[in-house]
């Protein structure tokens, strides 16, 4: 290695940033004086010379290319020991000599060198160089004032030091760093940071691409954003072509971008290693499941160009606002590749290799556009990914970019000269530095508002930003034929770039759970006192059965044998005899008095609990009055603990009809549908009375205010359930669409991101967040939010698919441009669109919950013209069978939901006879959650990006949820056409006929709606929801009298869900065929579920006048009167039946 003297150091200073591109520079001020880093070798162990066992050895320190010093010779111990205390230093000094950013990507090297013993007539020592360490300075940039390290001496090739590679221990150095204080100052240890790019390799080169013949020196470069004029240029060079045939190995150590370091193994970078990783969780270009073979063909049998180099950049805290300032406004940075053909220059006994002064050099000049946007969502710190390498064309790169400037031919040619620009050690005579520095002068002076950007591309020469057409002399893409070759090969290079620190903090979750727990405090269950009014009473109660039990016992003792033999002829004056010898006994025995006194406690005890009575009476009326009221008190609860012990037979007789929760939620939906919205509310509400602490009654009743758009109730509902269990996704992100409703929306951000911290893998959760952040116009997390939410419904289908394979049949993926295909059910559809678009919403900022409808209607006429490109969407289950969830085909659950505390995928999915689906888009999968809390309100903002989406698009699903929506607000015209276009799209789609029917019933045309139900209900698949299909053909066919068809439909609909409509109308079709007592077992069933019921009363009147039944006809038609039965038509019927039979009505 060529190393510089000290005074050559002072005097060149830091050849790879040009004046004022030191970010430090621009700090919180320091000391003007340089301060020392002190580097000392103490040890080395397992050291072994040329000749002898006890070599003599020395170190030389070196940084920077300059030769720090070298240590004594000290002889090594027979063990391989040696003790050397040798300390150098050089000076830090960020205004103008050695920067943080030169500790950041530049190491002391230190190299251990053997002095062999003089042979005769010798008159200078022999000296070979045994190994080279590295240490690397990283640590003082992260605070550190000191460390302490074992390094390991990597040995030159043919050193003896080789040998003990295969053994159990290498040989190493022991090193201490010291600095007298931290370099970092208070300001650049907050704000700044430290940007790492590795460049591991590029694949699928051109066949052009040759090892034989001129040597070339393949190079990649791009540039950092830096503040002050200029940006950090940073360049990789000297790639490593290969030919192929096997995978480059993982993992695999990172190299300094440092030429002509001794040993070979003193490249690598400590502790640093390229692991690689699946290719679906890349942020890169080529992470779709269609690419997978593409990617193992090339990185597997085609050629390669392998660098496999880290290079670093320390960023202050101006600089760090640069950088985020330039990767919002460009988005894309370019990251160009070209080749430089290498001429022979001999020098000495040594050759090396330089690139000539020519333009024309400059072949194959390529780019590729890296998204930086990931590095500006909150908590990333890193991208990883393969791009696409493709011609430089200066149009398309500035219309990508805005970029004017290439970093390889506008920059300087002196930029090829060196690995990194003025900061790798390559050797270079005095000439040809001192040449850089003049052309970087130059280059300086030109480029002072004209500093490359992210993503941009290089341009045919250096233009003026002021100009107005910067572009007007720019090359087609005839000129540069060589750079397309890198399309034809499929060419990608794989690129990390890694921050020490995020630019935006993310949220902790313990942060996002506090302020959620600030703005809804936790309602834990209510803890049963163990001395409370009830416990009072219960102690009472228990007193009542323990002295009434002693009375039994006592009255058995004395008449048992009385009672026994008189058995049930014993008559009242034998029974009051016996009551009065007990009384007598109970008193002359003391008896009486202590049960008096067991008593007395239990009673005190209600008084202080249940009346709060602890001070003395104010007045003898006020005593009375209360003793009165205990005295009443007490003897009921007597009477009920005696109740308890010795329960009455006739009441007993009285049997009570339970209903479930599941009874009482689909008799809440069925008056939902029919629009009785008083009744619902009342069924809703005793869920929550049984119930207070189930937080699904509350979340069920919430979304019952929504319908109503009662927004205020609603919002305490999904509050309260949320205090119940804070931890509940689905609560959050209820509580979420509230607050954007009603335009909270610095709480709605809280409760979002807390739901995607506390379930990462809930698509809805990451949708609602981005259209959130589409509200506040954010368009980089809105970004962020869609790209985690896809993903995680892509793992998802994957793992549905695998089980598909085993289960239901077998799918095949044919990756031929992307195609799929699948030999699964008719209902399969193929989507494999991988266009990308950019989701525009025409709603402003402060309008969440409306788009209007001639939008929707026009949206696929703007597919076409979609501008950005920041969603790519695909694909990955072929499966995708249509099932709209709305408020007509909700899922009404013969048996229990599962708990809303599982993964959201159990919560969207449809009951037991519902058509079974997989999401497409992560948009449709928040419709059908929002429509199934009936958030109407919100789902027109969903819709529109639905439209919009490569994966989604119009659908037959997608007109179904219009529909509804449509179906809500009775516009019938409008629902009509959109069903047609489903149908059209999917004529087999059992839900597309489940909801003509329900248009055509509530528009009054039934002859219509019949056609369509039986229609609906002979498909083999049942449409999502039956349960108002069979309701409403069974009341169809009675209306048409068609009682043996209403019949059969009411009786599946029983089987399935039964209820008190349906059962009233089984009664109805058995009553209309004279089977009377089919007819009043139904009846009496619809009546124990509801005897609130008009129209259940009005024919179990009927059927008791037709029975003959003269009470039970009076007491039917009584509470038919007292209902308030709207039925003209039947009221009729009855009076005209009382008639005939003669009985029924009292008031004749």
Known sequence: MKRRT?????????????????????????????????????????????????????????????????????????EGTAKYNFTSSFEFNPEGGITLDDLAHKPVFLTMTEVLPKEKKQKDEKTLVLGQAVVDLLPLLEGESSFETIIPLHPMPGSPLESLRSGAKQCSLEVKVFVAEPLLTTAQTSGGNLLKVTLEAAYSVPESFIPVGPQQNYMVGLQVPSFGEKDYPILFKNGTLKIGGEREPVPRPKKWPIANILAPGANNIPDSFIIGGPYEEEEGELNRPEDREFRNQAECIKKRIVWDLESRCYLDPPAVVSFQKRIADCRFWPVEITRVP????????????????????????????????????????????????????????YEKTKCLFSFFRDTGHHLLQNNKIGGINSPLSKSVVSKNLKEDKVVKEKDIDGRPRPGEMQAPSIKSQSSDNPLETEPSLSHNPEGQQYVEAGTYIVLEIQLDKALVPKRMPEELARRVKDMIPPRPPLTRRTGGAQKAVSDYHMQIKNISRAILDEYHRMFGKQVTKLGSDMDSETLEEQKCQLNYELNCSGKYFAFKEQLKHAVVKIVREKYLKTTPFESQEELQTFISELYVFL???????????????????????????????????????????????????????????????????????????????????????????????????????????????????????????????????????????????????????????????????????????????????????????????????????????????????????????DFLEESSKLQAGSQECILSLQTQDPIINQKPSNMLLKDIPAKKEPSKCQDSSTFLHPGPHGVSQTPATIFMETIRFLMKVNAVQYVHRVLAHELLCPQGGPSCEYYLVLAQTHLLKKDFAKAEEYLQQAAQMDYLNPNVWGMKGHLYFLSGNHGEAKACYERTISFVVDASEMHFIFLRLGHIYL????????????????????????????????????????????????????????????????????????????????????????DETLLAEIHMVQETVGFGNPSF
């Open 635 to 853: 003897v009921d609860q007597m009477h009920v603990a005696l109740n308890q012990t010795m329960p009455d037979d006739v009441q007993g007789t009285v049997s009570t009809i339970y209903t479930s929760d599941e009874q009482l939620r689909l008799f809440a939906f069925e008056a939902e549908v029919n629009e009785n919205f008083e009744m619902a509310a009342v069924y809703y509400e005793e869920r929550l009375v049984r119930e207070p602490q189930n937080l699904d009654h509350w979340l069920d009743y919430g979304a019952f205010c929504l319908l109503t758009e009662d927004n205020i109730k609603a919002q305490e509902c999904f509050r309260r359930a949320l205090s119940l269990n804070q931890n509940h996704i689905h609560s959050l992100l209820l509580c979420g669409v509230l607050a954007v409703l009603m335009e909270n929306y610095e709480q709605a951000e809280i409760f979002f991101e807390d739901a995607t911290c506390l379930e990462p893998t809930n698509v809805v959760a990451w949708t609602l967040l981005g259209l959130y952040y589409e509200i506040q116009n954010n368009d980089i997390r809105m970004e962020m939010a869609f790209h985690e939410g896809f993903k995680q419904l892509q793992a998802r289908m994957v793992q549905a698919q695998v089980m598909k394979q085993g289960s239901t049949g077998i799918v095949e993926y044919i990756e031929e441009g992307g195609k799929m295909e699948s030999s699964l059910g008719p209902w399969g559809i193929t989507n494999n669109s991988t266009t990308a678009m950019k989701v525009e919403a025409t709603a402003g900022p402060r309008d969440p919950s409306y788009i209007p409808d």
């Open 342 to 397: 290498l001429t022979t220059v001999p020098k000495g006994k040594a050759a090396k290799f330089d690139k000539t002064d020519d333009e024309s050099q400059l072949s194959f000049h390529g780019v590729a556009y890296v998204n930086m946007v990931p590095l500006l969502y909150p908590g990333v710190k890193r991208i990883r990914g393969a791009f696409h390498v493709y011609p430089y064309v200066d149009s398309t790169v």
């Open 1039 to 1126: 209306e048409e009298k068609e009682y043996e068809k209403a019949k059969k439909t009411y009786l599946q609909v029983c089987k399935r869900s039964p209820s008190c409509l349906t059962w009233l109308g089984l009664g109805i079709a058995c009553y209309r065929l004279e089977e009377l007592t089919e007819a009043e077992d139904a009846l009496s069933e619809a009546n124990a579920l509801n005897n609130y019921n008009a129209e259940v009363w009005a024919y179990l009147a009927l059927v008791s006048l037709k029975a003959g039944r003269e009470l039970e006809a009076e007491q039917a038609y009584k509470y038919t009167m007292k209902l308030k039965l709207k």
């Open 6 to 78: 000290a005074s050559q150091h002072s005097a060149l200073g830091d050849q790879r940033r040009p004046e004022g591109l030191c970010p430090s520079a621009d700090m919180e001020p320091v000391s003007s004086t340089g301060r020392p880093v002190q580097i000392t070798v103490t040890d080395g162990y397992d050291l072994k010379g040329f000749k002898g066992d006890t070599p003599v050895t020395f170190i030389r320190s070196e940084f920077n290319q300059v030769v720090l010093g070298d240590s004594a010779k000290v002889a090594v111990s027979p």
